[in-house]
C-alpha cells in the first residue's frame, strides 16, 4: 500500500485547452486524443512506463473531474490548515 488509510489520491495527467477555445475544437482535441490512446502501440509504451491510459469519457467529464479534485484538495488543504510561507 502506497498511500495513509483513508485518503484518495491519484496522479493523472490530462490534456487541457485554454478556456475560450471553441467548442468544436475541443471536441475534435479529445477525440483524436481518445483515438491516440486507444492505439495498441501507445497503449504499450504508456504500460511500458507504467501508466494507464484512461481517456474520460467526455471533454465535460474531465472538467467535472478536474473540478472536484479542486474541491477534495481545498477541503484537505483548509482541514489540515496547510500554510505557504
Same mark, same amino acid.
Given at each position: 500500500?502506497?498511500?495513509?488509510?483513508?485518503?484518495?489520491?491519484? %496522479?493523472?495527467?490530462?490534456?487541457?485547452?485554454? #478556456?475560450?477555445? %471553441?467548442?468544436?475544437?475541443?471536441?475534435?482535441?479529445? &477525440?483524436?486524443?481518445?483515438?491516440?490512446?486507444?492505439?495498441?502501440?501507445?497503449?504499450?509504451?504508456?504500460?511500458? &512506463? *507504467?501508466?494507464?491510459? *484512461?481517456?474520460?469519457?467526455?471533454?465535460?467529464?474531465?472538467? #467535472?473531474?478536474?473540478?472536484?479534485?479542486?474541491?477534495?484538495?481545498?477541503?484537505?488543504?483548509?482541514?489540515?490548515?496547510?500554510?505557504?510561507?
Amino acid at each position: 500500500i502506497e498511500t495513509y488509510p483513508g485518503t484518495d489520491i491519484a %496522479p493523472w495527467h490530462g490534456l487541457l485547452a485554454p #478556456a475560450n477555445t %471553441p467548442p468544436a475544437v475541443v471536441e475534435r482535441l479529445f &477525440a483524436e486524443t481518445t483515438r491516440f490512446l486507444e492505439m495498441p502501440a501507445t497503449r504499450e509504451r504508456f504500460e511500458g &512506463a *507504467a501508466l494507464l491510459p *484512461a481517456p474520460s469519457a467526455s471533454p465535460a467529464a474531465f472538467t #467535472a473531474f478536474i473540478r472536484a479534485e479542486g474541491e477534495k484538495f481545498a477541503a484537505v488543504i483548509q482541514a489540515a490548515n496547510i500554510r505557504v510561507e
